[in-house]
Nanobody, 126 residues
Framework: QVQLQESGGGLVLAGGSLRLSCAASGFTFSNYAMGWFRQAPGEEREFVSGITWSTSTTDYADSVKGRFTISRDNAKNTVYLQMNSLKPEDTAVYYC???????????????????WGQGTQVTVSS
């Protein structure tokens, strides 16, 4: 069955870094765009970053641009989110998601993603 398993979350001081990983199984990873979303308590789930399936074109929310970097390794069926210069407002549960063959213009839309992970908690203390 399809599985997306996030890891790498934790507690970090403001200004620190974390690297999230999302290991995928049960589908043809290379045919799927991958996205990272986050949800803080009482807030809606929001787009953080995405990477397309064919050209690995990336997109970032304005709030993380220049601090976060998304990448994928198709040989390992894994997508990564390198998070630098973390801020307290980055605190949230981070989810990875997979969407079949969408281009960069669809990456921000939650409803195009077919598969979702269970999430990993990121807490940034000031």
């Amino acid at each position: 069955q399809v599985q997306l398993q996030e890891s790498g979350g934790g507690l970090v001081l403001a200004g620190g870094s974390l690297r999230l990983s999302c290991a995928a199984s049960g589908f043809t990873f290379s045919n799927y765009a991958m996205g990272w979303f986050r949800q803080a308590p009482g807030e809606e789930r929001e787009f953080v970053s995405g990477i397309t399936w064919s050209t690995s074109t990336t997109d970032y929310a304005d709030s993380v641009k220049g601090r976060f970097t998304i990448s994928r390794d198709n040989a390992k069926n894994t997508v990564y989110l390198q998070m630098n210069s973390l801020k307290p407002e980055d605190t949230a549960v981070y989810y990875c998601a997979a969407a079949s063959r969408i281009n960069v213009f669809g990456l921000r839309r939650r409803n195009v993603y077919s598969y979702w992970g269970q999430g990993t908690q990121v807490t940034v203390s000031s």
